[in-house]
């Protein structure tokens, strides 16, 4: 079964936001992506709006919802009660919940799962109350897979930004060995799995070969590079076969 793609759509807004300008196109884009075969779009909408801003995020919800039903709406961020109000007012098809301090320049880590484990599971019941599908950001420790199963979550995203800048055939070799045995981990526990971060048309045949049922990749930084390259629909359907489709 070849894994889905979420297009995560944080650094198309961070290039729209260097003008005062209404382009390019957050939503455009995301339609775009989702046209040309995309299976869904992630957003990460911090407190000071960097890239994502909150209007983004009811734009994108409104235009998932009318022009591609069937399509899914990630949600991703710390969840403060600021995340949680946008969570309640959209209901998007999942919510991954991460650990980012708001002064962070990107997601770098994933949750300690066994300290956190009372402010998640309130957390993780709360958002389930919404109708949402809760995924928790951990990193390539097999542990981790067992624990979000215990918290209740529905799925994991193992934080792939530690693989996606090695070189060294060895140490790619051992760290693809702990994703594949986080991803057994959490399925045992009766969890899917997704992976995001530092992700590309070059390192993903790996993950896919070594670990074939993540459930989900969710890509943005490298995409929206390859954008520029080959656009948007040619860049889609690149990763697409990258997935395995």
Sequence with gaps: MATNLSVNLNAIAM???????????VTGIGAMALGAGAHGLTVHPRPDERHIRKSDVYELAQMINTQWPGKEFNIE?????????????????????VPDDPTQNTSDHGWDLVGNKDQLVPLIKEVQGFGCRVSLFVDSIPQAGSLAGQLNADRIEIYTGPYGVLTDPQEIKQELA?????????????LKVN?????????????????????????????????????????????????GH
């Design 178 to 190: 702990q994703i594949r045995d986080t991803c057994g981990a959490a399925r045992a526990a009766g």
């Design 195 to 243: 992976a995001g971060h530092d992700l590309t048309l070059e390192n993903l045949p790996a993950l896919m070969q070594a670990v074939p049922d993540i459930a989900e990749c969710s890509i943005g930084h490298c995409f929206t590079a390859d954008c520029l390259i080959y656009g948007v629909e040619q860049t889609v359907k690149r990763y697409l076969k990258a997935l």
């Design 77 to 97: 961020g710390f969840p403060d009660q600021r995340l949680l109000g946008i969570v309640n007012d959209v209901r998007p098809d999942q919510v991954t919940l």
């Design 15 to 25: 290039l729209r936001n260097r003008r005062d300008l209404a382009w390019p196109s």
